[in-house]
């Protein structure tokens, strides 16, 4: 016989194994041996697939093995899988306590308020979801995905921005997470795939916090009360975006690396909606819309709309800007005014039959310009004009072509009157013509509305 030690509890490989207290049973109480020891430096402790909380200990502590099944505490790197069930609380509570983990499910509470708490590693990515997570001491460092229908983080003990010389710094594909309150982002927040965030307060940058707060590829954003503020606009940097209030402002600067996909961008509130991106094409594939209060999109490169999508402002003015050509559908100011400002061209991206404006306003500077003598310019005209509530123009999108020189030059919106004439005004000339008869077919655009100036 003889007693058989390893060093520590902790799983890994390559381990020593001490050997002591060897008894040679050779009928002389061995003394006719000598004995000499050599450890084992090539032994293996198997990680523990998963284990389970039970809360046996009565103390809510990670750190007590009572409260786990089997008394085996998942401390450093024991234990693969944590589970929580519903209605427990778990305190990941002592100063010294460091646990590593490749998953982590809790349907209860869990509060880290000292340690380190590590999931997922460099080389493997992890998964952490709770239904409720406080972050108020130690570090929580996350590789991989994380989600947290009720989060707080009071006193920013996660860096959601991963650095490698930070070695508490989380590298994370999807981020998820809901906040009771308000959302009051004070440093960056990256991740590889997508961002969601909820709040039944505000989504907000704090304090001097200026630079961009949320980056992904996709990021989806909703708040009870606003998200950004008029003199603070939440920096962003991603390619496909959804975001909604109930209330307050809607308030978005993005600084896409590509194209931008906009699915929802929804404010049900007399607030103003605006939404500023630094060049690229905006693709607006949903609905952009506001209970009253004005939208404003400045200006990315180009504006294309989807056949089923719509800009809705339900009173207030919608200013449309862009550095290039706007593709457009359905734009209703309600009693609000519409305004179309690009040095591009405004087409439709339906037939032109399906293409609608309402609301009074002007739009302006819809002009293009070709290196001929004949300058091409498309302007939007509204539905309701010149006081005439009754009238409805159809189609909605014009085509002017310029016979002549200038080979530049503006158009103003159109105005009909009762008599059912278009009025256009062309490097400074009236242009007048009965509405029906300035309907032609076009091959490359479907129906236009054409005019040469006499």
């Given at each position: 016989g003889g007693s058989f030690a390893f060093t520590d509890k902790n799983a890994g490989s390559n381990k020593t194994v001490a050997v002591s207290a060897v008894n040679i049973n050779d009928g002389n109480d061995g003394a006719n041996y000598s004995v000499s020891y050599a450890s084992n430096t090539a032994s293996t402790i198997t990680q523990l697939a998963s284990v389970a909380w039970t809360g046996a200990g009565n103390d809510n502590k990670w750190s007590t093995a009572a409260n786990w099944a089997g008394g085996a505490l998942p401390d450093?790197?024991?234990?693969?899988?944590?589970?929580?069930p519903a209605n427990a609380t778990v305190n990941f509570d002592s100063q010294g306590l460091s646990a590593t983990l490749s998953s982590l499910s809790s349907q209860g509470r869990l509060n880290v308020s000292n340690g380190l708490l590590t999931v997922g590693s460099l080389s493997a990515n992890g998964t952490l979801?709770?239904?409720?997570?406080?972050?108020?001491?130690?570090?929580?460092?996350?590789?991989?995905s994380?989600?947290?229908?009720?989060?707080?983080?009071?006193?920013?003990?996660?860096?959601?921005?991963?650095?490698?010389?930070?070695?508490?710094?989380?590298?994370?594909?999807?981020?998820?997470?809901?906040f009771a309150g308000d959302a009051n982002l004070s440093a960056a927040i990256v991740a590889s795939n997508s961002i969601s965030l909820?709040?039944?307060g505000r989504i907000v940058q704090g304090g001097e916090f200026s630079g961009t707060a949320l980056s992904a590829p996709r990021i989806e954003l909703a708040a009870g009360t606003g998200i950004g503020q008029a003199q603070s606009r939440l920096q962003l940097a991603t390619n496909s975006l959804s975001a909604s209030t109930t209330s307050g402002p809607l308030q978005l600067h993005n600084t896409p690396s590509s194209a931008v996909t906009m699915s929802l961008m929804r404010n049900t509130s007399a607030d103003a909606t605006y939404y500023s991106q630094d060049g690229n094409a905006l693709n607006i594939v949903g609905n952009i819309t506001s209970s009253g209060g004005a939208i404003t999109i400045d200006p990315p490169s180009s504006i294309t709309m989807s056949a089923n999508s719509s800009i809705n402002s339900g009173g207030g003015d919608i200013d449309l800007q862009a550095t290039g050509d706007m593709s457009l559908t359905s734009v209703n100011a309600g009693g609000g005014a519409v305004k179309i400002q690009t040095p591009g061209r405004v087409v439709a991206s339906t037939p032109i039959a399906n293409v609608s404006f309402s609301g009074g306003g002007s739009f302006v500077n819809g002009t293009a310009t070709e290196t001929r003598t004949e300058a091409a310019i498309a302007v939007a005209v509204a539905t309701v004009l010149a006081g005439n509530s009754?009238?409805?123009?159809?189609?909605?999108?014009?085509?002017?072509?310029?016979?002549?020189?200038?080979?530049?030059?503006?158009?103003?919106?159109?105005?009909?009157?009762?008599s059912g004439l278009i009025t256009l005004v062309v490097a400074g000339n009236s242009i007048s013509r009965p509405a029906q008869d300035l309907v032609t077919p076009s091959k490359s655009r479907g129906r236009q509305l054409m005019c040469r100036r006499s």
């Open positions: 450093f790197a024991n234990v693969a899988a944590v589970s929580i979801n709770s239904s409720i997570l406080r972050a108020t001491g130690g570090k929580l460092v996350v590789y991989g994380m989600s947290a229908a009720d989060y707080d983080a009071s006193n920013a003990s996660v860096n959601f921005n991963y650095n490698s010389q930070n070695p508490y710094s989380s590298r994370l594909t999807d981020l998820s997470l809901g909820t709040a039944a009754s009238s409805s123009l159809s189609p909605s999108i014009l085509s002017f072509n310029l016979a002549d020189p200038p080979s530049t030059g503006t158009a103003s919106a159109g105005q009909s009157d009762p």
